[in-house]
């Protein structure tokens, strides 16, 4: 099943746009600082985008294929979140993105998913 393999790239709207604009996504300066791209499972993207965000910031979600992005992806704790995330270690092509959610609340996430 699709959303079974998806993990998830939290993007304000122009960062979305920069990304289908150039075809692939290097990384948000956050992620540039870590050395990967941060990505949640689906169970975490909502805590991820309030934690990260807050509340009342338009996102955008990216249903991402782990298995189009092969040995990129790594699972690894985070410090002090007692649970593995995904790490994509390289460059996120569009052609790995599965879906695009808009939400207008980082809050809403849940809504706008499929499950």
């Not at 956050?30 to 309030?50: M, N, P, W």
């Not at 910031?57 to 002090?80: F, I």
């Given at each position: 099943m699709?959303?079974?393999?998806?993990i998830?790239?939290?993007?304000?709207?122009?960062?979305?746009?920069?990304?289908?604009?150039?075809?692939?996504?290097?990384?948000?300066?956050f992620?540039?600082?870590?050395?990967?791209?941060?990505?949640?499972?689906?169970?975490?993207?909502?805590?991820?985008?309030?934690?990260?965000?807050?509340?009342?910031?338009p996102?955008?979600?990216?249903?991402?294929?782990?298995?189009?992005?092969?040995?990129?992806?790594?699972?690894?704790?985070?410090?002090?979140?007692?649970?593995?995330?995904?790490?994509?270690?390289?460059t996120?092509?569009?052609?790995?993105?599965?879906?695009?959610?808009?939400?207008?609340?980082?809050?809403?996430?849940?809504?706008?998913?499929?499950?």
């Amino acid at each position: 099943m699709l959303w079974g393999m998806a993990i998830y790239k939290l993007l304000r709207p122009a960062e979305w746009a920069e990304f289908q604009a150039a075809g692939q996504f290097d990384g948000t300066p956050f992620d540039h600082e870590s050395g990967f791209i941060h990505c949640s499972s689906r169970e975490q993207v909502q805590t991820t985008a309030l934690r990260v965000f807050g509340p009342r910031t338009p996102l955008v979600v990216l249903a991402v294929s782990e298995e189009d992005l092969g040995g990129t992806v790594k699972w690894e704790l985070a410090p002090g979140r007692g649970e593995a995330f995904p790490h994509i270690y390289g460059t996120l092509p569009l052609s790995a993105v599965t879906g695009a959610f808009e939400a207008d609340d980082a809050s809403e996430l849940d809504d706008v998913l499929p499950d």
